[in-house]
């Protein structure tokens, strides 16, 4: 007889997306005419780079001749790619990395889920509250918390409560915690960190021996000249920390797959008896275990993000998207709304109405402003009361979305 994990049975009824797609079916199966605008999930909606347009174009044909077909490449990332992020992403910065611990993949949402594979089963893991809820429910599935409360709280996680008091930023443990994830920018608040509070957070990881899984998914929006864009530009950050990077919210991506991992070889766990274990080479081998790379093109199309020409291409696709945060921003902060977010991060983290829980305010706004966004809820409890809209719609829909939430809906 098979036996299911009954870890996955633990998990909230449906996860956040798969409801709200429900949810909006259900009202348009009812409301055949009505037109949806959908600022929710965080998916792009502009075209890829015509510089990348080209490079994937020109590699697809070199996949089409016997000279120049490649099949198999390296699983960690071909060396062009993984060089061009060396020098543009880090050198840059006055960080030095290793060739060896850039590791190239289909996505930060699948690194982010998978890197706990790595771990210790009886690991603490500490998230912030609200988080992208991949970090919750992929512990949840390996058997690291019990069964979640009334408010969404599993057992066996340590919450980092992020709200207003705290200017949506997680506080360092009362405790000792083993596995920390960090978001910044973040998703879904907007909120972001500066030199100061990631110093604290590397302190403390590396007196307490954790590890800080970093998720810079989105440092391509940060606008602030004193905000680091990478955890490693924080000294003692390559002895404690793992940085996951995409290039799908900076170059549209989301479609096209293609992402990476930073593990630094400084960075040690340790075995039940004390002996140190190097976690670049543990993350080397599930990778190459369980992945068998990005496919050539892609890389290829990924490589010209670097370019001149791929670097003012994807500055304006980032300046579109944050020009309609600015939209956003300013409108609902007009109406009367409480708002916070979009100055550094595509993301828009407002207050419900009065005394509405957030299922109940995106169902409001479904039904009379015809808008779908994030219930704040599904990014974890201190999330309940508050709402996300994602500034990746396109211009002409921006506009009318929240000029739409403006008439139709009371603060």
Known sequence: MALANEHYLKLKAGY???EIARRVQAFTDANPDVEIIRLGIGDVTQPLPPAVI?????AVSEMGKPETFRGYGPEQGYQFLIDLILANDYEARSVGLDFDEVFVSDGSKCDSGNIQEIFAAD???AVADPAYPVYVDTNVMAGRTGEADEKGRYAGLYYMPCTEANDFLPELPDRKVDIIYLCFPNN????????????AWVDYALEKRAVILFDAAYEAYITEEHIPHSIYEIPGAKECAIEFRSFSKTAG???TRCAYTVVPKDLLARTVSGKPVNINQLWNRRHTTKFNGVSYPVQVAAAAVYSDEGKAQVQELIRYYMENARIIRETLTSAGFTVSGGLNAPYIWMKTSAGMSSWEFFDQLLAEAHVVGTPGSGFGPSGEGYFRLSAFGNRENTEEAVARIRNKISP
């Open 16 to 18: 956040l997306f798969p």
């Open 123 to 125: 690991n603490v893991i």
């Open 253 to 255: 991506f989301t479609g």
């Open 188 to 199: 879904p608040t907007g909120a972001v960190a500066n030199a100061k509070v990631l110093q």
């Open 54 to 58: 080209d490079a994937f174009h020109q």
